[in-house]
């Protein structure tokens, strides 16, 4: 486990890791269906039945930010640990996962992007979410095997978590304060979701002609700034390295908040 090595490395508890990743996985699916019921209620989800067929597609990203995240915090309320540190140790994880979710997106059909004429265009079969999109739109006749070609946004988005991880590790032994690599995944993500959700045909118009991914893309950036800003008025140190001092023969390591 990526979060498990980097953690083991800068002395925090590994198994608190795979308890945490536990956690996380449970609130962020919770969250990220919670949060497509909660966008979709009346079209796509329109029973209570439909809120469980998970299988049939259906979760959102920032929803399992926003429930990840809760459970996150409530897993260091139960089980206290350093906070940055630990922020700093999960977040490139976070980017292996967006790309390997974006790819499960692209075997599902889900968050399409809008048609194009591009050599690398995709169609996808009958009955998946752009068919039937393509269908309800007339641009394709419903006796079509495939729907029309579109921009393979869940391949743009897969490889734009590969790009972070390789940005968030080259800069993870550089960082000059704990908390720095998660400030630079919430500065740098939003700017690259924001700009792909203009490919995806998936989602309407939410808010100021922005989708509702952009305006939640925005709120992070601004967050990610903030924080950002704020690790910058802190004094330079990292945990790891106070976490090493017994070893030196200093008497006590210092925590990290």
Same mark, same amino acid.
């Given at each position: 486990?990526?979060? #498990?090595?980097? #953690?083991?490395?800068?002395?925090?508890?590994?198994?608190?890791?795979?308890?945490?990743?536990?956690?996380?996985?449970?609130?962020?699916?919770?969250?990220?269906?919670?949060?497509?019921?909660?966008?979709?209620?009346?079209?796509?989800?329109?029973?209570?039945?439909?809120?469980?067929?998970?299988?049939?597609?259906?979760?959102?990203?920032?929803?399992?930010?926003?429930?990840?995240?809760?459970?996150?915090?409530?897993?260091?309320?139960?089980?206290?640990?350093?906070?940055?540190?630990? &922020?700093?140790?999960?977040?490139?994880?976070?980017?292996?996962? *967006?790309? &390997?979710?974006?790819?499960?997106?692209?075997?599902?059909?889900?968050?399409?992007?809008?048609?194009?004429?591009?050599?690398?265009?995709?169609?996808?079969?009958?009955?998946?979410?752009?068919?039937? @999109?393509?269908?309800?739109?007339?641009? *394709?006749?419903?006796?079509?095997?495939?729907?029309?070609?579109?921009?393979?946004?869940?391949?743009?988005?897969?490889?734009?978590?590969?790009?972070?991880?390789?940005?968030?590790? #080259?800069?993870?032994?550089?960082?000059?304060? @704990?908390?720095?690599?998660?400030?630079?995944?919430?500065?740098?993500?939003?700017?690259?979701?924001?700009?792909?959700?203009?490919?995806?045909?998936?989602?309407?118009?939410?808010? #100021?002609?922005?989708? *509702?991914?952009?305006?939640?893309?925005?709120?992070?950036?601004?967050?990610?700034?903030?924080?950002?800003?704020?690790?910058?008025?802190?004094?330079?140190?990292?945990?790891? @390295?106070?976490?090493?001092?017994?070893?030196?023969?200093?008497?006590?390591?210092?925590?990290?908040?």
């Amino acid at each position: 486990n990526l979060a #498990a090595w980097r #953690a083991r490395r800068e002395g925090l508890d590994p198994e608190q890791v795979y308890d945490l990743a536990l956690w996380v996985f449970i609130g962020g699916l919770l969250g990220a269906r919670g949060f497509y019921v909660w966008q979709y209620w009346g079209t796509r989800i329109k029973s209570l039945l439909d809120v469980f067929e998970i299988w049939e597609g259906g979760i959102v990203f920032y929803g399992s930010v926003l429930g990840g995240t809760a459970a996150f915090f409530l897993y260091r309320w139960l089980r206290p640990f350093p906070l940055r540190p630990m &922020l700093d140790a999960v977040a490139p994880s976070i980017t292996l996962g *967006i790309a &390997l979710g974006r790819l499960g997106c692209f075997l599902n059909g889900c968050c399409y992007g809008d048609r194009c004429g591009l050599p690398w265009a995709v169609r996808f079969p009958r009955l998946s979410p752009p068919w039937y @999109d393509h269908v309800r739109h007339g641009l *394709i006749p419903e006796s079509a095997a495939y729907s029309d070609w579109v921009h393979p946004t869940q391949l743009y988005s897969a490889i734009d978590g590969l790009v972070l991880l390789l940005l968030l590790s #080259a800069y993870y032994p550089l960082r000059r304060r @704990d908390g720095e690599v998660m400030a630079l995944l919430m500065v740098t993500y939003p700017i690259t979701r924001f700009l792909i959700e203009y490919l995806r045909s998936d989602e309407g118009v939410f808010f #100021a002609g922005m989708t *509702i991914s952009q305006v939640i893309s925005v709120a992070m950036f601004l967050c990610g700034l903030v924080y950002w800003v704020w690790l910058l008025r802190l004094p330079p140190g990292r945990y790891a @390295d106070t976490a090493r001092e017994p070893a030196k023969g200093s008497t006590i390591a210092a925590g990290v908040a």
